[in-house]
């Protein structure tokens, strides 16, 4: 794939987006929150830099962690409202931040297609299609899929496949190699995930959907999605 392909995936700057945020409601200065979109768009283009080169297990790892900078701010707006997921407690710290970023997206997904899933009160009811969606059906969507490869803690082993290298029992190098696609679909969702928290309502949404996942020990092993779980 070449530059503008990957270029095209980014509606603007993730700092950009930032500025129509309200910095008080992660806890945060307009400063703080200025240096931590900053950073994540670093990451943002050098796993673009990286994609365009070939290097494409890198760029997926660094796109992922872009995502994990926008899934921290979402995580101190949950704090900053008082609000706690037990299921997400029980996850690593990459983790939680990857799942929080993934739960935004996916709010906002709902927030498209049925408006009440966002402002009533109560977990939306679409949330227990979510749950069945989570035993491996990706047919629904990208946000579906991606939460999914949160949840099963894939996609944090996607991006520490990118970093190190791992052999199974038999002393077989192991490998899981990125696709150009891969690599768009996270920086795709890192840009949904910054753009959706315009909308206040969707950080409650959010936690909703988060608060709905089944605690799963044991989650991150890097296991693949089987779609017979």
């Known amino acids: 794939m070449n530059d503008g392909q990957y270029r095209e995936q980014r509606d603007g700057a993730l700092t950009a987006i930032g500025r129509a945020l309200d910095a008080g409601q992660f806890g945060l200065t307009r400063e703080q929150l200025g240096i931590l979109l900053r950073n994540a768009d670093r990451l943002y283009e050098d796993a673009m830099y990286l994609a365009t080169g070939g290097r494409l297990q890198s760029a997926r790892s660094l796109a992922v962690l872009s995502y994990e900078e926008v899934g921290k701010l979402v995580l101190m707006g949950w704090r900053k409202a008082g609000y706690d997921a037990p299921s997400l407690r029980m996850r690593g710290e990459h983790l939680q931040k990857q799942l929080a970023a993934s739960t935004i ?84 969702q890192t840009c949904e995930a910054a753009s959706a928290l315009r909308d206040p309502r969707t950080l409650e949404a959010g936690f909703k959907i988060a608060s709905a996942l089944p605690s799963r020990r044991g989650v991150a092993q890097g296991r693949r999605p089987s779609r017979t779980d």
């Open 105 to 188: 997206v996916m709010a906002a997904w709902l927030r498209d297609r049925a408006e009440e899933a966002v402002t009533q009160r109560a977990v939306p009811k679409e949330v227990a299609a979510l749950v069945q969606a989570l035993r491996g059906s990706y047919q629904d969507s990208l946000a579906i899929k991606v939460l999914s490869l949160a949840f099963e803690g894939y996609l944090d082993r996607q991006k520490q496949a990118g970093f190190y290298l791992d052999f199974d029992e038999l002393g077989v190098p192991f490998h899981d190699p990125a696709s150009g696609a891969d690599v768009v679909s996270v920086l795709q």
